[in-house]
Nanobody, 122 residues
Framework: QVQLVESGGGLVQAGGSLRLSCAAS????????MAWFRQAPEKEREFVAAIIWTFGGISYADFVKGRFTISRDVAKRTVYLQMNSLKADDTAVYYC???????????????WGQGTQVTVSS
C-alpha cells in the first residue's frame, strides 16, 4: 500500500509564500509521477503541477507558471510545491497524488493524500 501525507498549508496574505510537502511511504509506484491538485469550494478538483520521479520532468497548469515550483527529494520520497505571489484565488485544499495513467487527469491517479488547506487573504 502507498501513503501520501501532506503538510505545510495555512493562512497567508496575498503576495505571500507557502511551501507544501508530500511524503510518500509504502511500495513504489507503477507509474512514477507525483502531482499536486487543488479544489476550491464548489469547484472541481484541478491540476496544479506534476513531476516525473525518475528524471524530474515537470508540467504546470498555466495559472501557476512563474509563481509555483514543484520539486522532489528522491532520498526522502518527498515532493514539494513552493508557492509564491499567492492570490486569493489560490485558496483551496491542496492534494498530493501519485501513480496516474494521465498526468493532468485527477480520476486516473491511484493514490491521494488527505489534503492541506491553503487560505490566502486579500
Amino acid at each position: 500500500q502507498v501513503q501520501l501525507v501532506e503538510s505545510g498549508g495555512g493562512l497567508v496574505q496575498a503576495g505571500g509564500s507557502l511551501r507544501l510537502s508530500c511524503a510518500a511511504s509504502g511500495r513504489t509506484f507503477s507509474r512514477d509521477v507525483m502531482a499536486w491538485f487543488r479544489q476550491a469550494p464548489e469547484k472541481e478538483r484541478e491540476f496544479v503541477a506534476a513531476i516525473i520521479w525518475t528524471f524530474g520532468g515537470i508540467s504546470y497548469a498555466d495559472f501557476v507558471k512563474g509563481r509555483f515550483t514543484i520539486s522532489r527529494d528522491v532520498a526522502k520520497r518527498t515532493v514539494y510545491l513552493q508557492m509564491n505571489s499567492l492570490k486569493a484565488d489560490d485558496t483551496a485544499v491542496y492534494y498530493c497524488a501519485a501513480d496516474p495513467k494521465g498526468i493532468i487527469s485527477a480520476p486516473t491517479y491511484n493514490y491521494w493524500g488527505q489534503g492541506t488547506q491553503v487560505t490566502v487573504s486579500s
